[in-house]
């Protein structure tokens, strides 16, 4: 705008109101007029000032401040920096992932035994061996799934029954996982998997050969697909 200030403008005042005062000086307490068309030398020098300064006025306006110029780009030791806490970052967040991964397989593995399906489950301490492949925890009588030792008068009784003995003590903590093939049960025995300090009792009688697999029940059990059974 061709009013506007004419700040920074050289030889310019901070306003036109500047202007106006310094064509008054010019002027002088006379009116007389002896210049070009009638006008005073001084008045005539002020009215040439006074739009050279209106148009820079106006250049400058166009042009915007002087600030607005490209900022100067960032040194080598700042991009440096920028550089180092970005991988510092990258670094910290790869160590947070591994450790919560390492906590995880911790936890599962910290967890141990678990029952696996939709049918019973119960823990409760040893109370009573009654051969190789039936015991009681708590007042449930048990069947082992899928494992079957021989019966009282037949060679390897007593061995299978110490087995499970050593294994599952009188009085020791035991985890009981029903089959959720078998609910039905056995004879009123719940049919299922014990573990007893963390060890699969119907395992450790197979890998033993004081027991056998039942492979008749392969076809139903939840458990034949687990390596352990060796279920076809």
Request: hydrophobic share 35%.
């Amino acid at each position: 705008m061709l009013g506007g200030r004419s700040d920074g403008v050289p030889g310019c005042g901070s306003s036109m109101n500047g202007n106006h005062e310094l064509q008054r000086i010019h002027e002088g307490p006379s009116s007389k007029k002896s210049g070009v068309n009638g006008t005073s030398p001084g008045r005539e020098a002020d009215l040439g000032t006074s739009e050279r300064c209106r148009w820079s006025a106006l250049l400058l306006e166009l042009r915007g401040p002087a600030t607005s110029a490209k900022q100067p780009a960032a040194s080598p030791s700042m991009r440096s920096r920028t550089s180092k806490k970005r991988f510092f970052f990258a670094v910290g967040l790869l160590l947070i992932l591994a450790v919560a991964i390492v906590v995880g397989v911790n936890l599962v593995a910290f967890r141990g035994p678990h029952c696996r399906g939709m049918a019973a489950c119960l823990t409760g301490g040893v109370t009573y061996i009654v051969d190789g492949d039936t015991l009681d925890v708590g007042s449930t009588r048990v069947r082992l799934a899928l494992v079957n030792t021989p019966e009282a008068g037949q060679t390897g009784y007593q061995e299978a029954k110490d087995f499970t003995a050593q294994t599952c003590p009188v009085g020791t903590q035991a985890l009981v996982d029903e089959d959720d093939g078998q609910t039905a049960g056995s004879y009123g025995r719940m049919i299922a998997v014990v573990y007893c300090g963390g060890v699969n009792l119907n395992e450790a009688l197979l890998r033993s050969g004081y027991a056998e697999l039942v492979a008749y029940y392969c076809s139903v059990s939840e458990f034949a697909d687990q390596a352990w059974t060796g279920c076809p």
